[in-house]
């Protein structure tokens, strides 16, 4: 998208120069027959650069097969760092997800899994926009055996009249074999005018 | 993840000036006013951290200084933090009502962003160029404002002032 | 449109895909867009970071290859590779993005997202200068899009039939089209500009005048405001209407960027009306510029033509002399400019040590230094070609960059994985040792032995079998001795020890038959502990089982996949500093030519200048025929 090209004007602009140039010849000394080229040349858009237009072209090719190679390259950094700190069999992932947020402007989250704080994390304006908007974060990403284990969740933010407070949530889950994934979900009750917090098992 | 925080926390620890021409390890800070600031939303503008605390005389001139150069330059995009180290949250707070800044003043409390940052002398001051690495740092009050224009206008412009 | 919408354009438009269904609007709020509905939490975890990473988008993209590597994002299939094809659009990987955009073509691919491919693909191709399949892709649209995407296209549109120069057709276009109202101006700005260039200048007046008259605060209108006044003023000037060019020509701002074209256009058409001295006064204004504008340059011929006009002579040489002086030193420093390009240090000037890493399409750059040399490249930066390319620089260190976080990474798994091979290595033989005895399946061989024999006692009531190692050696020796005694001839000696045996056996049999029902609850018991004691070596056993077969395999992949990425990013690296620097040359190549270019305007003026020169100081000479020496002619350069 762009704003309509600056080169209408300027190609406008060289022609019209081009007439006007002769013109401005003394009445005595014939006007310089090639006094229009410089001008075209110099407000036409673009000078043609020096470099061949098939360089270029070559060149701009190279840098994007570059630039997909970097893209591969931090896909596979990231597929690996993952498969070989958080293995699928032990992993364990909690994500947050957010409604439209008219009763709760969240603060911060702080999860505790069996007991132990895993994550304490700050929330912008701008990521709490995020999740309004409907993305869902990964908070946290863990290990954990196969057996019971139990989630708690604790939510500062403010809340419909400005006031601070916090709410919690907990949740006692089955670790089996493959990833567990949970969802901390932030929901307007408007009913009750009040946000709920639950923490959904993607079984 | 774990491994890449252990990992940055030994170059860290190697010493504050090692930081200089590495990326500014991100954080998130509560505000002692307002919303909470996470200085990686910053990238594509240039960022002056200086940390400082209630209790250091010398840190009032520092901040001062920073308003100033603040609100001059904030129209071009610079953007200033000024991160405190006092224990009691409150403290900050006062000093914030006490001395209308301009500019967002951060708490940390945990003292996590300090060690992150390997501060060792308050006031201390960092400057951050657009792509989010550091580029100066001030571990005293002693640079004139002079020095901190001629940097800031290098940040702004993308030019590294001559050392 | 400014770069802040486009990206929230993108983001609009990109996730607004209808899967039918799949909205779940909300509130009725006209400014909120509408919620996406997240069926995979791992699509959620792209939106999240598109929309909250501050790095145009690299972090969304990775983690969405990733996730569609692993398939955690089923239900998004069209979706993802939607979002991914934009944000290869907007990494400025046109080719990446486009072969995305043709996959969504297909038949079974909902109408509007291939209104959105076909749109998107047309604008790839037209920013690559393929105008006729810009064209088809963009008529390839049925039925509208948003309000928003449809104003572009038909912009796009606009844009693509006056590259071709057919402007009968664009004008055909503009003039039926209504659109949102910021798109508006431009769409009468494009409109006015075909008709000029359609030699309609008649019909192109009205609406160019409309938008070089808008009221507005927004800088980016008020710069079209000058140049639609710009364009009327010049394209009267070229249609010899001196008198109607001055009225637009007058209401460019003195302050904006096409000022000093506007005072040159107005001091033109000031002297084709034959007013010669009032022409005299936007040129003074603008002999007083900076020489680097070309119309300033102009200028320094315009201004002495005027006098020579009102037949100031002596005047006019001044100026001529002053302008020939002037370009002389002008010219000096381009040269100088251009053998500090070619020592490399352009760049350095124009960027520093380290860039704006700002990645993506969006980024223009607004500041320069103060360097002498970089006053020449003011105009280099309005090429589109010199742009692109040092966005292309700026992309390249900026990705190089990023890679550096993985270096500490890698050191640490290599670290990780040799740690496990190691520990592997050391326990494993004593492991595989263990496994190899099979001590389970033996254990419970002899088991299932024991109580086989102990059913056996039990059923036959075999006392004796659970008698102390002392009774059954006495058991054994009584059998013996029974044995003896029946070889005996009959007799007293054979009664009387028959029945001493007799007697023995009984009471060692009373003593063991009391014991044996103790006793065979005892074997039962210790069984009982055994079988307990089996089972946890059983669990225990499959558990080392289980992770010796898992562990050796999974170490050994991982060590190779951390080897072979570390070579790619050290090559990548390479690549990206080898690129960088091929793309340095290419703009020192641009910037050359562009000074070069502008030094070769300054000798033609030159040129028109010692001419007209020359020719005055001839007239004056013959105008003195008898009198003083004329002044003498400069030296011709």
């Known amino acids: 998208m762009n704003t309509p090209s600056p080169n209408h004007l300027p190609l406008l602009l060289s022609l019209v120069l081009a007439a006007l140039l002769p013109l401005a010849a003394s009445a005595a000394a014939p006007p310089p027959a090639n006094a229009p080229a410089p001008d075209q040349a110099a407000v036409a858009p673009a000078a043609a650069p020096a470099a061949d237009a098939a360089g270029t072209r070559a060149l701009d090719q190279q840098i994007q097969d570059l630039k997909k190679d970097v893209i591969d390259l931090n896909r596979d950094l990231f597929v690996l760092e993952e498969e070989l700190l958080f293995p699928a069999n032990t992993q364990v992932a909690v994500f947050v997800s957010m409604d439209v947020g008219d009763f709760f402007a969240l603060d911060s989250i702080s999860l505790k899994i069996d007991n132990r704080e895993v994550a304490n994390y700050l929330y912008t304006p701008r990521q709490v926009g995020a999740l309004i908007k409907g993305g869902v974060q990964r908070l946290y990403v863990g290990n954990l055996k196969a057996g019971g284990h139990e989630l708690v969740a604790l939510f500062n933010g403010k809340g419909p009249n400005e006031r601070y407070y916090r709410r919690g949530a907990n949740l006692k889950f089955e670790k089996g074999v493959g990833a567990k994934y949970l969802e901390l979900k932030i929901t307007d009750h408007a009913r009750a005018q009040q946000p709920e917090f639950e923490i959904k098992d993607w079984e | ?163 | 449109m400014t770069p802040g919408r486009l990206c929230l354009g993108l983001a609009a438009v990109l996730l607004a895909v209808g899967q039918p269904g799949a909205w779940a609007a909300r509130k009725a709020d006209p400014d909120k867009l509408p919620s996406i509905r997240v069926q995979d939490l791992h699509y959620g975890d792209v939106l999240f970071h598109f929309w909250a990473d501050e790095d145009s988008g690299l972090e969304a993209l990775t983690r969405l290859e990733a996730y569609n590597h692993w398939q955690r994002m089923p239900h998004h299939a069209i979706d993802s590779q939607l979002l991914a094809a934009g944000l290869y659009l907007q990494l400025t990987m046109h080719n990446e993005a486009g072969e995305r955009f043709q996959t969504l073509l297909g038949d079974n691919i909902p109408q509007p997202v291939r209104n959105k491919a076909w749109f998107y693909l047309g604008k790839i191709w037209y920013e690559r200068g393929y105008y006729d399949r810009s064209e088809q892709a963009l008529n390839r649209i049925q039925g509208a899009l948003a309000p928003q995407l449809e104003a572009e296209r038909m912009h796009l549109l606009v844009n693509v039939l006056m590259r071709q120069g057919r402007y009968d057709d664009a004008i055909a276009r503009l003039k039926s089209w209504q659109g949102p109202a910021d798109w508006m101006a431009y769409a009468r700005f494009n409109l006015g500009v075909a008709l000029v260039r359609a030699g309609r200048l008649p019909e192109a007046d009205p609406i160019l005048t409309a938008v070089g008259t808008l009221q507005s605060d927004s800088d980016e209108l008020l710069t079209m405001r000058d140049k639609a006044n710009l364009a009327l003023g010049f394209a009267y000037l070229q249609a010899d209407q001196a008198r109607r060019a001055r009225v637009p020509l007058e209401r460019v701002r003195l302050d904006g960027p096409y000022s000093s074209r506007a005072l040159l256009g107005d001091g033109w058409a000031r002297a084709a009306e034959g007013d010669l001295r009032a022409a005299l006064v936007p040129w003074l204004e603008l002999h007083r510029r900076n020489l680097l504008d070309a119309a300033v340059q102009e200028s320094y011929l315009a201004v002495p033509y005027a006098y020579g006009k009102l037949n100031a002579a002596a005047q006019a040489a001044e100026y001529y002399e002053a302008a020939l002086q002037s370009f002389s030193s002008e010219s000096d420093n381009l040269d100088a400019a251009v053998a500090r390009i070619h020592d490399g240090h352009m760049l350095d000037d124009l960027l520093g040590d380290d860039k704006d890493m700002r990645y993506g399409w969006v980024w223009q750059l607004k500041t320069l230094p103060d360097a002498p040399q970089s006053r020449y490249l003011y105009s280099l930066l309005a090429d589109n070609d010199f742009q692109e390319g040092l966005k292309n620089y700026r992309d390249l260190n900026f990705l190089q960059h990023g890679l550096l976080k993985w270096d500490d990474s890698m050191e640490a798994f290599a670290a990780m994985i040799d740690t496990r091979e190691r520990a592997y290595a050391e326990r494993l033989p004593r492991a595989d040792a263990l496994l190899a005895t099979d001590a389970p399946t033996r254990l419970r061989a002899a088991r299932a032995a024991v109580d086989s024999r102990l059913n056996a006692i039990e059923t036959g009531d075999d006392v004796a079998a659970l008698g102390t190692a002392e009774e059954r050696a006495q058991w054994a020796q009584i059998a013996a001795l029974e044995e003896q005694a029946a070889a005996l001839p009959p007799g007293l000696e054979r009664d009387t020890a028959v029945d001493k045996l007799r007697l023995i056996k009984g009471v060692l049999y009373w003593r063991l038959d009391s014991s044996f029902k103790e006793r065979s609850y005892d074997q039962r018991r210790a069984l009982r502990e055994l079988d307990a004691a089996l089972e946890e070596l059983q669990n225990r056993w499959v558990r080392v089982q289980d992770a010796r077969a898992t562990v050796p395999t999974n170490t050994g992949e991982f060590a190779q996949r951390i080897a072979d990425l570390a070579a790619r990013i050290k090559a990548v690296r390479e690549r990206l500093v080898d690129t960088a620097g091929q793309q340095n040359v290419y703009l020192q190549t641009v910037a050359a030519g562009e000074l070069t270019a502008q030094k070769e305007r300054l000798a033609a003026y030159a040129v028109q200048a010692r001419y007209a020169l020359a020719d005055i100081y001839d007239r004056a000479a013959d105008q003195t025929q008898s009198g003083p020496a004329p002044p003498s002619a400069p030296e011709p350069k």
């Open chain 2, 1 to 163: 993840m774990a491994v890449l925080a252990a990992a940055s926390t030994l170059v860290c620890a190697a010493g504050t000036v090692s930081l200089v021409g590495h990326r500014a390890p991100d954080f998130a800070l509560p505000a002692a006013v307002g919303s909470n600031v996470r200085l990686s939303e910053y990238r594509g503008q240039a960022v002056i951290i200086s940390f400082w605390s209630s209790r250091c005389s010398v840190c009032a001139k520092q901040l001062t200084l920073l308003d100033r150069l603040y609100s001059t330059y904030r129209s071009s995009g610079l953007v200033v933090l000024a991160v405190s180290v006092d224990d009691e949250p409150l403290h900050a707070e006062e000093y914030a009502r006490a001395h209308a800044a301009s500019f967002a003043l951060l708490l940390d409390t945990a003292k996590a962003v300090s060690r992150a940052y390997a501060i060792d002398s308050l006031p201390s001051t960092v400057l951050i160029d657009r792509g989010g690495i550091v580029r100066y740092w001030h571990g005293d009050d002693r640079a004139d404002d002079r020095s901190y224009v001629t940097q800031i206008r290098a940040l702004l412009d993308d030019v590294v002032a001559a050392p």
